[in-house]
């Protein structure tokens, strides 16, 4: 499995922005990904299309790379990390003061050949084991349950 990366520090804008635009293009083939990323209209996906460029080139620049297409490589993982953070102070009524607090973050997206995601660290829903009891099954047994007379 062969994988290339790119990294972008200090991009002006919250990590949480990132995040959402990142949420689009993860495991996705990297065309499909250039024009999600091309066509969504935030200033984060302009900065990580340019930063997915970037991984793409770098794959490309290994020797042992150059039998690979573009078209069949995969975004592999990309995260945004919280980078350095500006404090300001903003004048607010009555002679008293809000502080601002500027956020940046730290970009990084790694293609690879393979599609091979991370495992989730949230449990998967109506992952239960089979026969395994519930707390209400066991609160409220069928011999308890009232019946109607008629």
């Known amino acids: ?48 299309e340019k930063t997915l460029r970037s991984a793409i080139s770098n794959f490309q620049m290994d020797p042992e790379n150059s039998r690979f297409d573009v078209e069949e490589l995969y975004v592999r993982e990309c995260s945004a990390d919280g980078g ?8 607010a009524p009555m002679g008293r003061a809000f502080r601002v607090r500027k956020r940046s973050n730290h970009l990084r997206i790694v293609v690879s050949d393979e599609l091979g995601l991370r495992a989730s660290r949230k449990p998967v829903r109506g992952s239960k084991k089979e026969g395994a009891a519930t707390p209400k099954a066991i609160a409220t047994p069928a011999a308890a349950t009232p019946t109607t007379a008629s």
């Open 1 to 48: 499995m062969k994988q290339a990366h790119a990294i972008k520090r200090n991009i002006q804008s919250s990590p949480r922005k990132m995040r959402i635009v990142l949420d689009q293009i993860r495991g996705k083939r990297v065309p499909e990904a250039l024009s999600i990323l091309h066509f969504t209209p935030n200033h984060a996906s302009v900065v990580a």
């Open 84 to 91: 350095a953070m500006l404090k300001r102070v903003l004048p």
